[in-house]
């Protein structure tokens, strides 16, 4: 799933979770599904971060921090 899928679902959940007719364990099970979509966008965005490299002003190549 891509980072923007993630986001699209996590809007979802979001507007499920403000449901005033939202059971408890609906809550939970919410909860945990945006959780792990959070890991997951978490782990994409740490494997753009190792790709991306800046370049100084002398042309070197330096990791992005």
Do not use: W
């Amino acid at each position: 799933m891509e980072i923007n899928e993630i986001f699209e679902k996590l809007d979802e959940i979001q507007e499920k979770m403000q449901s005033e007719e939202i059971s408890l364990e609906d809550s939970f099970r919410y909860y945990a599904e945006a959780m792990e979509l959070l890991k997951q966008c978490d782990e994409q965005i740490g494997t753009v971060e190792k790709q991306v490299q800046i370049l100084d002003e002398n042309g070197e190549k330096h990791e992005f921090e």
